[in-house]
């Protein structure tokens, strides 16, 4: 069954009660040092034609003057359309841009995966200031709007992590740790902003990392590239921005075969409002 916390519950030690359940109380202490709050995004439903809610797919205003993202030669879609506004609340951490709008667009080929240098410029994410003169665009690309509803959520890293690899959670202890996160994210599906990723395969911080600075990651050659060891210090820079799952029923999307496609941002990249940097993978199984 399904549990969520919120911040105030895990200060007064009701989550930590909850991992004990698990048989995870040895490493509550680490784990709830790790916890994060992440902005979950439920679908309403199709999008009542108020192109300023949260959604999914849908048209977009554009900063006065700005064209639409394309990727050779071809529109890109818009994936999520973010208020900002709306996510502010649950924002705890005071991370994200109190207000404006950060659009999400992405191949609507899905030609690209995230873990080849060159597929840079085939997803964007742009902030439009709510003060910011805009045209209005009505065309969708391919996915139909889905209004989004926030609400705070706690997050823990994923077992395909660098956390877990130094965490001291042995592996005898991977499922009681695989059922806690299920217990509290659920299995359905899984749109967020911030805190942990729920991957499909590998971890992604150290490939987000690698990638961006010019390293190929679509087999194990890149990892032993002689560059790779002076990098990886800066993988824990990168942090969830956006997770959107499959949602082909409403939206239209399917990411591969069922899968996930997130967008990253350094943690420096984020305090600056510099969203040109962001690095998208998509994932499946």
Same mark, same amino acid.
């Given at each position: 069954m399904t549990q969520f916390f919120d911040m105030d519950e895990l200060k007064t030690r009701a989550f930590a009660d909850a991992v004990g359940t698990f048989g995870l109380a040895d490493h509550a202490d680490v784990i709830l040092g790790a916890a994060r709050t992440s902005i979950r995004l439920r679908p309403r439903g199709r999008d009542n034609g108020d192109t300023n809610v949260s959604r999914l797919g849908g048209g977009a205003a554009l900063p006065k003057g700005t064209t639409w993202p394309t990727w050779k030669d071809r529109p890109q879609s818009l994936v999520a359309h973010i208020n900002l506004s709306e996510m502010a609340s649950f924002d705890s951490e005071s991370v994200l841009p109190p207000s404006g709008n950060l659009l999400f667009f992405y191949d609507s080929e899905q030609e690209t995966w995230g873990f080849d240098p060159n597929d840079r410029g085939s997803w964007r994410?742009?902030?439009?200031?709510?003060?910011?003169?805009?045209?209005?665009?009505?065309?969708?690309?391919?996915?139909?709007?889905?209004?989004?509803?926030?609400?705070?959520?706690?997050?823990?890293?994923?077992?395909?992590s660098l956390w877990f690899e130094s965490s001291g959670i042995g592996p005898a202890s991977v499922d009681a740790y695989l059922d806690l996160r299920a217990s509290i994210s659920g299995d359905e599906l899984i749109h967020k902003m911030l805190g942990y990723p729920d991957p499909v395969?590998?971890?992604?911080?150290?490939?987000?990392?690698?990638?961006?600075?010019g390293i190929y990651c679509g087999d194990a050659d890149g $990892?032993?590239?002689? +560059?790779?060891?002076? &990098? *990886?210090?800066?993988?824990? =820079?990168?942090?969830?921005?956006?997770?959107?799952?499959?949602?082909?029923?409403?939206?239209?999307?399917?990411?591969?075969?069922?899968?996930?496609? $997130?967008?990253?941002? +350094?943690?420096?990249? &984020? *305090?600056?409002?510099?969203? =040109?940097?962001?690095?998208?993978?998509?994932?499946?199984?």
């Open positions: 994410v742009m902030f439009v200031d709510d003060n910011e003169p805009v045209d209005t665009f009505s065309e969708s690309g391919i996915y139909q709007p889905v209004a989004l509803v926030p609400s705070a959520e706690i997050s823990l890293p994923p077992w395909e395969q590998n971890e992604m911080q150290l490939e987000c990392q690698l990638v961006s600075n $990892y032993k590239d002689p +560059r790779a060891e002076t &990098l *990886r210090n800066g993988a824990t =820079d990168w942090q969830l921005l956006l997770q959107i799952d499959s949602e082909e029923d409403r939206a239209g999307m399917l990411w591969g075969d069922v899968g996930r496609l $997130y967008f990253w941002i +350094r943690e420096q990249d &984020l *305090r600056r409002r510099d969203f =040109d940097r962001v690095w998208c993978i998509l994932q499946c199984c």
